[in-house]
């Protein structure tokens, strides 16, 4: 089914696409790994790790979910950007639930730069 600006909610997805993307190929998990990492300052479960894996990957249409487990491995890190970034709010408490998305279905997301080694490193936040 082509995309049509409309993501359906997780919660509302067939369950056989929710099944497979709970057996994501180990490449994609691999790169989820490292991301939830470098970036969560808490330790997660496999099962937490998978739930906001796939609460980032709710507002992509299906197709573009096909088309990231495609991917090389630097092309997946700047696909998953926004997934992680929205991980590491809702684990630091930033997010209560699903947030707002545009009309296009897209997420808005702090821009966020790889370091030498590959991780990500983040906005610097002002408190003063």
Not at 37 to 48: A, M, N, T
Not at 52 to 67: A, C, H, K, N
Request: glycine letters at 6%; one cysteine or more.
């Amino acid at each position: 089914m082509p995309y049509s600006g409309y993501v359906l909610p997780l919660q509302e997805r067939p369950w056989s696409e929710i099944d497979a993307l709970e057996l994501m190929e180990p490449q994609i998990c691999g790169v989820a790994d490292s991301y939830f990492d470098g970036l969560l300052p808490i330790p997660l479960s496999e099962h937490e790790r998978a739930l906001l894996v796939l609460s980032g990957l709710q507002y992509r249409p299906s197709d573009e979910i096909m088309r990231i487990m495609d991917l090389s491995e630097d092309d997946m890190k700047e696909s998953f950007r926004r997934i992680f970034v929205k991980a590491s709010d809702y684990a630091n408490g930033l997010l209560t639930g699903v947030s707002d998305c545009e009309e296009n279905g897209s997420i808005e997301s702090p821009k966020m730069d790889f370091t030498e080694n590959g991780s990500i490193e983040s906005p610097k936040m002002d408190f003063s």
